[in-house]
Structures are given as C-alpha cells and as structure tokens.
C-alpha cells in the first residue's frame, strides 16, 4: 500500500513523458474540437498524445520553460497567437512537403514557422423576425445610428473581436477605426459579456438585433437541440460580400525549437493537415477546411459560399497592438 | 548595557519561512521596477482608474454583504433560540464549499430573460419583451458582489460566531440590568468586544473578493485581476502586470495595516473560563419565524438552490457528461489540496510558536509578508512562482550538464506538481496563519512560563503542551486550507502538467464555454468533498466551546 501511495506520488512529479511514442500538446483549443481528432491520430499511428488545455499564458509559460519545455506542438485558435509564437524564437519551421502540398501558401509562413489548419469567419448574426438576411451588410455599418441599442458582442479584447478591429485598422487607418468603434460601443445594447453563443441567444430572446459571431458557433448551435431554437431565430451573414470580402481568422498549429520528439510531432502536424483530419474539421467542427478540395459539412455548405478578405494575415496582425490599445481607449468593454 | 542581537533557531526558522514564502512577491516586486512605460502611462491614462474604482467597490460591496448577512446570523445562532437552530448552526457554513463562479454561473441562468424566473413573470403578467418591465442585470457589480459575499460571508459567521460564544452572557444581563433592548446591546456590547474578531473575518473576505478572476470575468466587470491578465496576456507586457499587482499588494498592506492599527491597544491573552449556559434570548412569535425565515434565505441562495439545480443538471446530461476520469481528477485534487494543507500548517505552527516565543518589535514579520501572497489572484501568482522556479529549474540542470553527476532533470520545479504546491501553500499560507494564531491565543503565557521552569525545551512545549491544547485549532487551519485547495482555478489552469487535472480546471473548461451542465458532476464533487472538511471544521469548534 504504501509502495503503490509512493509511486502515485513519484507519478504527480514525474516531468514530462518522453517515451519515443509521444507527442506533448500546448492547446489554446478547446479539449472537445481537439480530442476526436487526437484520437484518431492515435487510432491511426499508435502514437500518444498529452495535452495541457489553456486559453491563455500558454506562450509566457513555453517562454519561461525555454529551452527545458516539454511541449513539442502548440495549437492555436486565432492567427495573432501564431504570430506570438513565431516571434518567440522558440519554434522551429515544418518541414514537410506533404504539408506544402496539403496547404495552400497563404496558410503558412514562408519560412514554415506556422501552418494554418482551419479558417473560420467573423460573421454578423441578424434576428429573422426584427431585421432579416442582410445581404449587402458591411462591418462598416455596425456603428450606424440606425443600430443603436440593437448590437450584441462578448468582450472587445477577445482575439477574434481584437482580429476584426485590426483588419478595420489595416483598410480604414488608426483614427477612421477609433471613430468606428465609437459608433458601435454607442449601438450596444449591453455592455460586452458572454461567448459567441450568447450572443446568438440574446437575440433570440429580444434583447438585441444584431451581433458578431464566428460562423462555426452557428453550426455547433445547430446541431445542440437544447440551442437550436437560438440558432434559429437568426439568419447568419457575410459582411462585405460587395467590397472586400468577410474578414477571416484562422486556427494552427507550430512546432517548439526543442522538442524531443520531432518525428512524432511532424506526423501529428501531416495528419492535421490531411485529408483525414481536415474532414473532421469540417464535419464536427462546422469549420472550413484549409485544404483545397475537402468538402465543407453539408450544414456549412448551405450558408452558402462567400467572399474572403484577401488582405494577408500577416499584414492584419501588424495592427492587433493598435487594436488593443484602441479598445481601451474608447472603454469599449466598461 | 548590554544589547543582544542573537536570534533563537525558532526565529531563524521563521525568517526563513516568511522569506521563502515571499520570494515569488519579492520578484513580482522587482520586476515591476523594470521599465515599461508605454504600456503602464496608457492603461494609466485610459482605464487603470475604472478598474481600481471596481476593485475598491468590490471589496467594499462584498465585506458589506457579507456583514449584513453573518453578523445577525452569528448573533442569533450564538444567543438566541428559535426552531431550526441546532441545524441553521452548522449549515450556515455549506455555501463555502460553493465555488463563487458556479453559483454567478447558475443564478445567471436563473435570472436571465430566457430564465425560469422572467419567464414565469412575463407569463404571470402577460408581457412580450424586454422592454414592456424592469428586471435586474445579475452580470453587473452588484451581481458579482452578491454571488461573491454569498459564498464568504462563512469566514465572518464562523469567527463572530465563536467569539459571541467566549463573550460572558455576564456582559449582556448587565445591559439588560440596565434597561437597554437586545438591539441596543448588540451594537454596544456584542459588536465592540468582539471588534478584532469581525476585521480578521472581514480581512479575509476582501482579500479573497480582490484575488477573485472566474467571477468578475463570467460578469464582464473589470477590476485590477482582470487588467493584470489582460496586460500580460494581451499587451504581453509581465511588467506592466506586475506594476498593477504592486498596486494591488499596496491595497493589501493599507488595508491589513488600518487593521493591525485599529487593534493596537488590544492586549487580550487570555479569555476567563466562560459558562453560559443556555440561549440568552428565546424567540417566539413573529420573532421567531423571521430569524428561521433568514437562515432559510441565506442557506437557500448560497447552497441549497445551486446544489439543487447542479444535481439536476448531472441527472439531466448523465449520459453526455459522465466520464472515469472524475475519479482520477478526485484524486489528483485531494491529493493535492491535501499536501498544500499540511504544509501550510505546519509552516503556520513554526512561524506563529516563533513570534510568540520572541519580544522582538520585529516578531510579527515573517507571519505578514508569508501572508501577503493571499490577496494574489491565481493568475498573477503563478507568474510570480514561475520566477523563481525557473531560475531555480536553470540552475539545477546547468550544475547537472556541467557536474556530469546526474542527467539534466529538466523543469523539475516548475514543470510538475511541485509548482502548484508552492503556488497554493503561498496563497493560502495566509488563512492557516491566522487559524492558528488565534489559536495559540487562547493559551495563557503562563502555561508557557510553567514549562520551562520544570525545564522543558520550547520544543517539548510547543509538543507537550501546546498542540494537544490546540489540536482543533490546528485541524480547523488545514481543513479551511483545503477547502480553498479544492476551490482554486486560475493558478491550476497556467501551472498544471501534463495529464493533470483538478476538478475545478475541469468544470471551468466547460463553464467558459457556458456549458456548466456537462461538467456538473465534477462540481457536485468539487462541493461534496468541501462539505467533510465543513463538517469537522464545526464539530470541532463545537467541543472547543464545550470544553472551556
């Protein structure tokens, strides 16, 4: 008894597992979108995963760590912590022509310090009964006083809300956006607060009109029968379909400088990119897929084609700082 | 004159106990002197003040809250008879057990405009939206005030509780004596002698309200543990952020200070043996049903309501939520609560026995600055354990690559459980501190005197004498600790290692997500297993009473 107490014990030490059969996982993704397709992962190459879920103080953890981190892959939700990571100086490039071939050259870096997995966009959700489809809608006129009291969104310093502000700075300069974010702070009918998904059910229940959402919230909502009557009460539009297109965000993937297991962690990246796991992605996520030629869910497809910001990512996240600052500038969360 | 500057090896301990605790802060602290000054002037320039005004309304709200609801209740429950009180008398103490961000969670759902209760009005009354009637915002400061002081007002109850008991009813028949009402003689007999006693309850309270994250941030209200998390995660300045928790430990030490001031001309060692036999005051009539009516209202809100609703969540979603791995994660936080409760003790009766051995105008400072690391929010005390700990990792296997010794052992320190234990027994060294002072209190110098001068050791003392007097002192200090253990979030979600999970990380992944019913098992779990600790904590206290 007490020899099986000590080796629990010497078990909650140990540092990290660094068997040959491995891969150890930093995820700002959420344990459900991520763990079927490590599962498969595993199913498929009898190679383990282990994960430590966060949403954030994943990069100044792997920062601290250095050269000593266990993690060998990180996977993030939104672009600008891809661009975090590849500033640390603490990843190494992907290697990998089936990568190359799986993903289209403006989903990874040049130098292949990150690769893109999925692509999501930032849509606005309108209520079918108060405000129906809006077509021709631009993010623009989300601060327009025809608005006003009828805007939902969760907090302005959310990575997906700070990604939009950012692309408004990189079309519409610094002082154009301030005042646009004006306009919009001024049409809320409440104060910032919740996720995507309660944003959706605010409308439903007649508190706003309109609100920004990413678009794979629509399908999981959808699919949960308990939430389907908030998806339902709303119709989901593409901003800017008639100028430069939706803006869009995307989720990845990078690999750690000093991993120690780089040949498992390339595999568990191959995958990711693959046929495989792309249609997981599509499927279960009611994500698209970054791979030419995976099909969209039937649910995704349905919303119809749409236009994309062409606008590289790169050039957005330049302005994520400016955005942040912006936000606390104008008090858009207080 | 001969003036001596030796310290006993008990003081030394302590120093170096203190120390040890404060390292992390210590850190903090000088990283905050680096310099950041773009990030800092424009926070300072644009919100830092929304955030202070919202941290000091919090406190201020929540140590109010919590007053209006423990000081009568610990009144009525210490003096007065009234149906129900035997079991009001322990139960008032569940809601601890209640994390603050499940029940913000639960009554969020409640209260919403889909919620049970609005829509029971709007079909009780016939109205169609929101804007034909006024309904409060629960996300709001005053909703997180309320969820929060539901949850703490236990702190104060339990020690204004016990303190109302060590007060003579000799006190009270003389105001009675004296013509002045139950009322009158609360406010000027019950609530001044038992001053210091309400202050350390309420210290604990406010500082446990400013280190809060998972409620404020659930509630959308930004106060100075938000902005720390904003700054390092969003400006990614750690100096910046550390500059703000500076600010905050400077409201810390402010407030502990006005307290140790408002206390200085108390110099109560020891109680006279007390004998009240009986209730001072036996309730009848409408009396009677009010007092029993508000315990049932405070234990409603803060227990038995949240309870309810989670248990039907977790039949509700049985088949979608339950997993094997609860039993794993049960473990890995009991283990862990209960390694962090032990040590938090056993530091507590060294550094405490230290400063009541010594006379030193210094003896008190190794127990503050040990315990300055409560007022901490998780998020930002597990930057400070990094600090060192990672420094300390960089040694180890420098020395291991250079020594040819041993091979290299990694992170060790801030890789494994080991970082969690420091972060923990840092932030609630504080709370056994303050148990176990109160309980060497009790004990009259004089029993100290008669030891040595049958030439016992002050180690033979403190193990012949003191611990068995204080044994139910020391067992109520680690279970309150591990209370907290099972609690805590924001420094288990940054610092845990692979393949480990406590039960509160696991129901705060789907809580962020606002899907609190898939995970309501493990948060039926989290409170089951506080409620045992409770339990003991007050049967203990019970035969203290019983005893003197």
Known sequence: ?334 | MHLRFSLSKWQVCAWAAGLLLSLPLAFLIFESFQPSAEVFDHLWQTVLWDYTANTILLIIGVALVSSLIALPLGWLVAYCDFPGKKHFEWALMLPLAMPAYIIAYIYTDLFDFAGPVQVWLRSLFGWQSAGEYWFFDIRTLPGAIIMIALVLYPYLYLIFKTALKEQSHKLIHASQLMGHSAVFSFFKVSLPLARGSIVAGLALISMEAMADFATVHYFAVSTLTTAVYDTWLGYYSLTAAAKISAVMLLILFLTLGAERFSRRNQHVFERQSVHNHGALYTLKGVKAYFSTGFCLLVLGLGFIIPVVILFSYAVQYFEQSWQSDFFIYAWQSLTLASIVSFCCVLIGLFVVYAQRLSDSPFKTIPGRIGSAGYALPGTVLAIAVLLPLTRLDEWVNHFADSSQWFSAPGLFFSGTIFALIVAYVVRFYAIAQGTIEASFARISPSLDMASASMGRTKGQTLRLIHLPLMHRGILTAGLLVFIECMKELPAALLLRPFDFETLATHVYQYVSDEHLELAAFSALLIVLVGLLPLYFVNSSMERTQSHE
């Open chain 1, 1 to 334: 008894m007490k020899l099986k107490a000590m080796a629990l014990l010497a078990s909650l030490f140990s540092v990290s597992s660094l068997a040959a059969d491995v891969v150890n996982i930093y995820s700002f993704r959420q344990p459900f979108l991520i763990e079927p397709i490590l599962e498969e992962f595993t199913a498929q190459t009898g190679i383990q995963t282990k994960v430590v879920f966060a949403k954030s103080g994943l990069i100044e953890r792997i920062k601290r760590e250095g050269k000593h981190t266990p993690a060998d892959v990180v996977l993030s939700s939104d672009f600008n912590t891809l661009l975090q990571l590849q500033e640390s100086d603490l990843m190494q490039p992907i290697e990998s022509e089936l990568v190359k071939a799986n993903v289209p050259s403006t989903f990874r870096a040049d130098d292949g310090l990150w690769v893109a997995l999925t692509k999501r966009a930032r849509n606005v959700y309108s209520s079918k009964t108060r405000i129906g489809a809006m077509p021709t809608l631009r993010y623009e006129d989300l601060a327009d006083i025809q608005f006003k009291g009828k805007l939902c969104t969760r907090s302005g310093k959310h990575p997906y809300n700070l990604g939009l502000v950012a692309s408004m700075i990189a079309h519409h300069g610094e002082a154009e956006t301030k005042k646009w974010l004006e306009g919009v702070k001024a049409n809320l009918a409440r104060k910032p607060q919740g996720n995507d998904r309660a944003q959706v059910k605010a409308i439903k229940e007649g508190l706003c009109d309109l609100a920004l959402g990413n678009s794979y919230y629509f399908g999981k909502m959808i699919m949960d029968p308990e939430q389907k009557p908030w998806a339902d009460a709303v119709h989901i539009n593409f901003p800017n379909q008639q100028d430069r297109g939706a803006h869009i965000n995307v989720s990845g993937v990078v690999m750690s400088k000093f991993t120690k297991n780089k040949a498992n962690a390339l595999k568990l990246i191959e995958f990711m990119t693959d046929n495989k796991a792309q249609n997981m992605y599509a499927s279960l996520n009611m994500e698209y897929p970054v791979k030419a030629g995976v099909p969209l869910s039937e649910l995704v497809a349905s919303w119809g084609e749409f236009k994309e910001d062409s606008l590289p990512l790169t050039e957005v996240s330049k302005y994520r700082p400016v955005a942040l600052k912006l936000m606390d500038e104008v008090k858009f969360d207080l």
